[in-house]
């Protein structure tokens, strides 16, 4: 068996809650259970690859890019106000 470290952590009350009812439903101890998370999460990580990695982000990026965002009844342009400033300040 592995030589274990001692952690102490803080979780909320409701992380306590699935906890407990995690680790009794699968017969293993909470520290068990918080070992075997770990581990998920590691592997997770390590297993993917960099293209792999900015593939997922790409994905991301071009589903949000497509987000219908509500009009606010601006009849103006950024470019319209920069030359505006520079009129007004340029004097």
């Given amino acids: 068996m592995a030589r274990m470290v001692r952690k102490q952590v803080y979780i909320e009350e409701k992380h306590e809650e699935l906890l407990k009812r995690k680790a009794s439903e699968l017969g293993v101890s909470e520290a068990e259970l918080i070992r075997r998370g770990i581990e998920q999460v590691c592997e997770a990580v ?44 340029s004097h």
């Fill in 46 to 89: 390590v297993s993917e690859s960099p293209e792999e990695a900015w593939r997922r982000i790409d994905d991301f990026i071009q589903k949000h890019r497509t987000f219908r965002v509500p009009q606010t009844g601006r009849n103006w342009t950024r470019d319209e106000l920069y030359e505006d400033r520079l009129e007004r300040h």
